[in-house]
């Protein structure tokens, strides 16, 4: 499975920091499952796109991202894992391990996208998969 990211997220995930991805649950097409290869790329369907890696992907949970933004800028609300609230500095941890650099600067990411339901896909970056068999077999 193809999966695409934003340039800001290269440098996390080639440090092995960002270890998962959150993203929309798929309508209508085959869902992720544990066990597939995960293509990584940045600038995905872009003259610029580049592999970031591929790796197989070690688990799946269900998220939730619930909330609005106080008039003056703050953010309130909160995050499900697996039907799990997270108490604040596991919300500081998530936006961390997600590429972020703190809670606040992920929920500028989400901003206008809220409430959110979807999947949180995570790989393992020290199991490298080879890539696809190139050209055809000869009889």
């Not at 894992?81 to 997600?98: N, P, T, Y």
Request: hydrophobic share 30%.
């Amino acid at each position: 499975m193809l999966l695409g990211f934003k340039p800001q997220f290269e440098k996390p995930i080639r440090a092995k920091q960002k270890r998962h991805t959150i993203r929309g649950k798929r309508r209508g097409l085959r869902q992720i499952r544990v066990g597939d290869r995960l293509d990584c790329y940045v600038n995905s369907r872009q003259k610029s796109m580049r592999l970031l890696g591929r790796w197989p992907c070690t688990r799946i949970q269900d998220i939730r991202i619930k909330g609005r933004f106080h008039r003056y800028g703050g953010f309130i609300g909160g995050v499900l894992i697996d039907g799990v609230q997270l108490m604040q500095d596991e919300c500081e941890a998530l936006a961390k391990s997600d590429g972020f650099q703190s809670w606040d600067e992920m929920t500028r990411f989400w901003r206008g996208r809220l409430p959110f339901h979807g999947d949180m896909i995570h790989w393992d970056p020290d199991q490298p998969q080879p890539g696809p068999k190139k050209g055809r077999k000869r009889k």
